[in-house]
C-alpha cells in the first residue's frame, strides 16, 4: 500500500463529509491507499458520518478512542498505518481533487522522506488564498538542513506527505498533551530529511473557522505550550545544529516565536513571567538572525523585560 491518510475527528459534523469525499475524489486506486479515521472522543455526529463511510468504502477504517487532543489522535493513527508515506489531513479541511497520484509519482521518482506543497487558506466562499509558498527551489531535492535555512515553509503537519520508515526511523510523534504541536513537530521533520522537496502546486485547503485552536482565546494553556514548544526546539538545535550556522539560526528564530507567542497570550502572569528569564535561550538571539525589523524590535522589548512586552501586546489586543 502506498499511502495512509490519517484523519482525527473531534466534534467536526459540519465538515467531515466535504473532507472525506475530497479524499475519495482521486486518482489513486483504492488498493493503493487508506483513510484512518480516529475519532477522538467526538459528542458530536461526526462519528456517525465517519461510520457510514466506513461501510460504503472499504479502504476507510475508523479507530474510536478517548479524547486525548490533535497530537494523541495522529499518533494513533500513525501506529496503526500500513502505507509506505503518510499524511495527516485535519477533518476540517480538504485537498484538491486527482492530485495524489502527483505526489506519489514524485515521492518515488526522488525517494523523497518529505514531500511539501502549497496550500491555500479558506475564509469563506468569496475569501481564499495562498500561503507564503517559496518559489526559489522548486521541485528541487535538498537535505532538510539546506532545506529548513533556504525554504521559507510553513510550520503544519498537513502541508507535507511524510516516508512512514523515515518518521519510526527518527522517532518522529507529535508531542501529546500541548497545543499548537505542528510547530515542534514539522522543524524537527524537515531538518532531519535526507530527502526533501518542494512541489509549487497548491493541493491543500485549510480552513479558518471560529471555535478552531488556531482562533480560540487567550489563555494560560497556550502560553505554557508555547513554551514547552520553545524548551524542545531548542534543546534540539543544541543536540543537532553547530552553534552559529544557519540551521541553528533558523531554530532559534522558531524558538524566539515561540517565546513571542507565549507571551501574547500571558495574560495572568501564568507561566510567571521570571521563568522566561530562567530559560537556556533568554535572553533571546536575533542579531544575525534573517527576520523583519520589528520582529527585532519585539526581541528586544522581550529581553528588556518579559512582562512588559506581555502587557503591551494585551493592550494593543
Known sequence: MKLSIIVPVYNVEDYIAQCLNSLLDQDLGKDDYEIIIVNDGSNDSSDKIANEYVQEHENIQIINRENGGLSAARNTGLKNAKGEYVWFVDSD???????LNTLIRLLDKNELDVLCFGVK????????????????????????????SKVKMIPAAWAAVYRRSFLSENKLTFYEGILHEDEEFTPRAYFLANKIMYLHKHVYYYRQREGSI????RNAKRA??????????????LKHTKKGSDQYYYFMQRV??????SLYFNTGGMPPFALYREKKYFPLTFAKLKCKQ????KYILVNISPKLYSLIR????
Not at 214 to 217: G, I, P, Q, R, T
Not at 256 to 261: G, I, L, P
Open 256 to 261: 524566539n516565536r515561540q517565546v513571542v507567542q
Open 294 to 297: 520589528k520582529d527585532k524590535l
Open 214 to 217: 488556531m482562533k480560540s482565546a
Open 121 to 148: 487558506c479558506y475564509h469563506n466562499a468569496e475569501h481564499i488564498d495562498s500561503s507564503n509558498s517559496p518559489t526559489e527551489y522548486v521541485e528541487q531535492v535538498m537535505h532538510g538542513a539546506d532545506f529548513v
Open 93 to 99: 479541511d480538504w485537498i484538491e481533487a486527482n492530485s
Open 224 to 237: 505554557v505550550d508555547y513554551l514547552t514548544i520553545a524548551d524542545s526546539l531548542y534543546d534540539f538545535a
Open 314 to 317: 494585551k493592550i494593543q489586543k
